[in-house]
Each structure stands twice: as C-alpha cells, then as structure tokens.
T-cell receptor
Framework: AQKVTQAQTEISVVEKEDVTLDCVYE???????LFWYKQPPSGELVFLIR??????QNEISGRYSWNFQKSTSSFNFTITASQVVDSAVYFC??????????????FGTGTRLQVTL | DTAVSQTPKYLVTQMGNDKSIKCEQN?????MYWYKQDSKKFLKIMFS???????INETVPNRFSPKSPDKAHLNLHINSLELGDSAVYFC???????????FGDGTRLSIL
C-alpha cells in the first residue's frame, strides 16, 4: 500500500521568509512518481511538479525548489522569499509507475501555508 | 480556454435526491478521473476511465455511477444523496497513467 505523510498541518510565515514543506512517502514499488499540487483559497488544484523515482536531482523553478531524497523517502518543497500569493494548501502525492492507462494519485493530507505581510 | 471544466460549480440539494456533475476536458487526454475531497481537505480517488472504459473503481457506494460518453467527457451521477456525500468533487485528466493529472475547479456538493 502507498502512503504519503505531510506532518505539518499548518505553517505561518511572514512575507520574504523561506519556508519548507515536508513530504514523506511509503511505497513498495521500485519505480514511482511524486507530485506537488497547490490549492489556493479559490479552490482549484494546480499541478506544480512531477518527479520520477530514478531522478534524484533537485529541481528549481523560480522561487520554488524541490529536494528528493530516496534514502529518507522524502520529497520536500521549499519556497524562497515567500509572498502572500503563496498562501494555499499544498499537497504531496504519489503514484506507481504505470505503463497502463490510468494510475491513481495517493495524496497526503496537505499543509496549509499562510503568508502574511 | 479552460482545460478541464466541471459543471455546476456549486450544487445544493436535499437528501434523497439524484444529481449529476458534468466534466469535459479539451486537452486531448485519454484518461479521466473523479476524486472526492472531504471537509478535512483529504483527496481520494473514486473512478478512472480511459477512452470510455472503466479502469479504476475504488470502494465507492454503487449510488455513484460514472458515465463516459466519449474520451473528452466523464460525468458523475449520484443517486439517493446522503449527508455524507457533502464534499468537493474534482474531475481530472491525464495523458497516460503516470503523467500529471490536470484538475477542474471542483464542484462543491452540499446536502441539506
């Protein structure tokens, strides 16, 4: 069975601070994919990143960066110089590597990030 | 242009009624999904279809019946609505299994 744990329920930071959202996963699969999604107050789910279990290189996209550590089964997400617009619930998710036509996402419980002025 | 669109955005109805939520995607994806997000924000998959064929069917009451008339549409029909069905229902689509799933804006279902 697959499981994703986001231990931080809620984080509050002041604008311009850096913040890291933790994600720890469990899977018996040797190949799998990890994702991060953002759910702003308006409610939609926005895809941020997909990472293959074979690729442990860290990734940076603007103020966002992701640290994948297979040894600790973690896929953490850092926002540098946070902004009020970053306020949202962030979900980490896991799916097995499927050559099939569909694969279900197993989501963590989400971390609510509040960025204030 | 909206990639994955769901209608209606809000649905308020009484216990025992039957209702449908429609979903359409214009991304050219072959696979579509329904997820349920409960009041604690927990997201869980319900169904997945690939090119009109049911691929994933999680443990969902048979009051919920998905229907896919073509690969661009996946509708969700719910019979005999119960209080516990109150949630936000998200439709999503992807190219194949491990590709990113793109979500609609959600339908907030409230049962009175």
């Amino acid at each position: 069975a697959q499981k994703v744990t986001q231990a931080q329920t809620e984080i509050s930071v002041v604008e311009k601070e850096d913040v890291t959202l933790d994600c720890v996963y469990e899977t018996r699969d040797t190949t799998y994919y990890l994702f991060w999604y953002k759910q702003p107050p308006s409610g939609e789910l926005v895809f941020l990143i997909r990472r293959n279990s074979f690729d442990e290189q860290n990734e940076i996209s603007g103020r966002y960066s992701w640290n994948f550590q297979k040894s600790t089964s973690s896929f953490n997400f850092t926002i540098t110089a946070s902004q009020v617009v970053d306020s949202a619930v962030y979900f980490c998710a896991l799916t097995r590597d499927s050559t099939g036509t569909a694969s279900k996402l197993t989501f963590g419980t989400g971390t609510r990030l509040q960025v204030t002025l | 242009d909206t990639a994955v669109s769901q209608t209606p955005k809000y649905l308020v109805t009484q216990m025992g009624n039957d209702k449908s939520i429609k979903c359409e995607q214009n991304l050219g994806h072959d696979t579509m999904y329904w997820y349920k997000q409960d009041s604690k924000k927990f997201l869980k998959i319900m169904f997945s279809y690939n090119n009109k064929e049911l691929i994933i069917n999680e443990t969902v009451p048979n009051r919920f019946s998905p229907k896919s008339p073509d690969k661009a549409h996946l509708n969700l029909h719910i019979n005999s609505l119960e209080l516990g069905d109150s949630a936000v229902y998200f439709c999503a689509s992807s190219q194949i299994g491990n590709q990113p799933q793109h979500f609609g804006d959600g339908t907030r279902l409230s049962i009175l």
